[in-house]
């Protein structure tokens, strides 16, 4: 099986499950202590209804233990956290594709996994558009976790201690598509980070030295456009004229809506904590911070989609990078990269000893 053949038919098994999902079970009741999700200061109301599916200590706690759990993927060793490093803010760490079951690579560098609560759309191209059935694709796929959702349940009901957790949260011990992806959910929706230097300085408890708030001027004048405060992301799908891989041919958005002006456009990533979570790109090109820059200043390429902004590059001197550089490790948020409430249950201290967080 060829790597297209087998992307379109997780996407097309990924579909069946969403439908299937409705017809299962088309509500779950949520018990257990709720958990007040708090919107920061001064940030835009979250787009994420939670009415649907309230945080509860019971449901979070549950989501945590299925993260980080590797009897979600066929072989038992490839957990949602295997591609999603707490301290590379939930990112993969030093590797530009992911290591999925079989020795099979992922097709896209794993995005950062933090403030979903304020996203519509998720995956790079934006094919899925609710938080609870973005799990299901992973899950399935082929090069990645390899498992459908009726292994996973049957290997989860042999554990009695999922059965008193899944009571726990919703009232029986009965284990379903949905509730895995509600727990999963509430997880996920409590990964937030807000509270690094940058966001004590606008709280007005701190204030930035002289390089961060010359980097700030900077980056309000040529990059704000697209990673817009305070999420530093404005959730859209742009092409910045980077050259297609020839192995990878990874159209983006174009695979979704399946149009020519969506051709190599891929959702703008947060700017938050980017100095944990190399490589940057959709398929991890870029190693480090310095390689992006040169890549805006001197190697943009200009096809018929590429961000109007950029088609002439972007003039950027090696004082304005140092600068730059400078405000963008002002977005690292330590807190959140630490907080052992997101570590896996098992271990929740473990942290790479080669990781050093300033």
């Known amino acids: 099986m060829n790597r297209t053949t087998a992307v379109i038919l997780s996407i097309s098994l990924f579909i069946f499950l969403a439908i299937s999902w409705q017809n299962i079970e088309p509500s779950t009741k949520i018990l257990g202590k709720k958990i ?9 109301k979250p787009v994420y209804d939670f009415k649907k599916n309230p945080i509860t200590e019971e449901g979070f706690e549950l989501g945590r233990k299925l993260f980080y759990d ?38 896209r560098n794993s995005p950062t996994l933090f403030n979903l609560a ?45 059965q008193r957790m899944f009571t726990k949260a919703f009232g029986s011990a009965t284990i379903t598509t949905p509730r895995i992806m509600k727990a999963l959910t509430q997880y996920m929706l409590l990964l937030v980070s807000s509270n690094s230097k940058y966001d004590k300085v606008m709280r007005g408890e701190d204030t930035f030295i002289l390089p961060q708030k010359l980097g700030y001027e900077i980056f309000k004048n040529k990059c704000v456009s697209c990673h817009t405060e305070p999420l530093f ?39 938050r904590n980017v100095a944990y979570s190399a ?62 409430r997101f570590a896996d249950p098992s271990n929740p201290n473990a942290f790479p000893s080669f990781i050093h967080l300033h």
């Not at 490839?78 to 591609?83: G, K, M, Q």
């Not at 109007?308 to 140092?322: C, F």
């Open 70 to 107: 590797g009897r979600l993927s066929k072989d038992g060793t490839v957990p949602c956290a295997s591609c999603h490093q707490q301290f590379c803010a939930f990112a993969t760490y030093d590797h530009n594709l992911s290591h999925g079951i079989n020795n099979a690579f992922t097709t």
């Open 36 to 44: 007040p999700f708090i919107v920061p200061k001064g940030w835009p």
């Open 233 to 271: 992301t404005d959730n859209t799908y742009r092409n910045i004229g980077m050259t297609a891989d020839k192995y990878l041919k990874d159209s983006g958005r174009m695979r979704v809506t399946g149009r020519r002006e969506d051709s190599l456009k891929f959702r703008v990533p947060s700017l």
């Open 279 to 340: 490589p940057y790109g959709h398929d991890g090109r870029f190693f480090s911070l310095m390689n992006v820059f040169e890549h805006y200043r001197k190697k943009v390429v200009d096809d018929p989609t590429t961000e109007s902004l950029l088609r002439h590059k972007m003039p950027l001197s090696n004082y304005e990078i140092g600068q730059l550089t400078a405000f963008l490790y002002s977005l690292s948020d330590t807190t959140f990269l630490k907080d052992t």
């Open 118 to 162: 304020w996203t519509k759309d998720f995956m790079l191209d934006g094919r899925i558009h609710q938080l609870e059935q973005q799990p299901i694709a992973p899950i399935t796929a082929p090069n990645e976790m390899g498992e459908n959702m009726e292994s996973v349940i049957a290997k989860l009901k042999k554990d009695t201690s999922y």
